[in-house]
């Protein structure tokens, strides 16, 4: 069977530090992969997705980037992280075979910046 | 991709089965209609979706109206495991949206002993 797996569980980090979340699919090939941000009190927001190494589409602008280095290792990134980078990162997989798979999402990342 | 409608609240009774509404009167003819858990401080379980024709999983049944403007999740025997915020969701088939998920506000169901 598959799973997900995301780490940290939670991370405390200061303003200006770099960041580096990591998500690893395992039982399964070619998975296409997101990562999603969900504000406290508010609904997922959509960041990046990959449909294959090294390809990543971001969603919306800002303060972090992605990269697939492996077929099932998906990474989230920040430079300098900013105060509203706090939130719940949640990585996310499904099958690569066509637009109607579903979602599976690991147990997130809580990120609070300092 | 169609907007959906959600009671924020409701509350069921341990062993009974939980009737969670959702409407989506303006979904097109290739929008499929997906349903969500978030128990809290996790990520979002996949529990079911479907077309136009009822569904039924292990987890849960997905009824959709014949004119696809609303449906309901079923989970029929509720267990105190179930309290969730619960999201239903329209999502187009095909095209590079295929993975965006727009989720709202969702349903909060407690279930209570």
């Known amino acids: 069977s598959q799973t997900i797996h995301q780490w940290p569980a939670t991370l405390v980090q200061p303003v200006g530090s770099p960041l580096s979340l990591e998500c690893t699919v395992e039982?399964?090939?070619?998975?296409?992969l997101y990562w999603y941000r969900q504000a406290a009190g508010r609904g997922l927001q959509l960041l990046f997705y990959?449909?294959?190494?090294?390809?990543i589409s971001s969603e919306v602008p800002q303060n972090l980037s992605a990269s697939r280095p492996q077929d099932r290792q998906f990474i989230l990134s920040s430079k300098k992280l900013l105060l509203s980078d706090s939130g719940f990162y949640l990585c996310?997989?499904?099958?690569?075979?066509?637009?109607?798979?579903?979602?599976?999402f690991g147990n997130g990342t809580r990120l609070t910046v300092t | 991709d169609a907007k959906t409608t959600q009671p924020p609240s409701m509350d069921c009774a341990e062993g009974r089965a939980a009737n969670l509404p959702c409407n989506h009167s303006?979904?097109?003819?290739?929008?499929?209609v997906y349903w969500y858990r978030q128990i809290h401080s996790q990520g979002p379980q996949y529990i079911i979706h479907?077309?136009?024709n009822n569904e039924t999983n292990e987890m849960a049944s997905l009824i959709i109206t014949e004119d696809r403007k609303s449906s309901t999740l079923i989970l029929p025997h509720a267990t105190l495991r179930d309290t969730a915020v619960y999201y239903c969701?329209?999502?187009?088939?095909?095209?590079?949206?295929?993975?965006?998920?727009?989720f709202g506000q969702g349903t909060i169901l407690t279930v209570h002993p």
């Open positions: 039982g399964t090939s070619n998975p296409n």
């Open positions: 990959s449909v294959g190494i090294g390809q």
């Open positions: 479907g077309l136009k």
């Open positions: 303006t979904i097109s003819g290739n929008e499929y």
């Open positions: 996310a997989w499904s099958a690569g075979t066509g637009g109607l798979a579903p979602l599976h």
């Open positions: 969701i329209v999502r187009k088939a095909g095209g590079t949206s295929y993975g965006k998920l727009t």
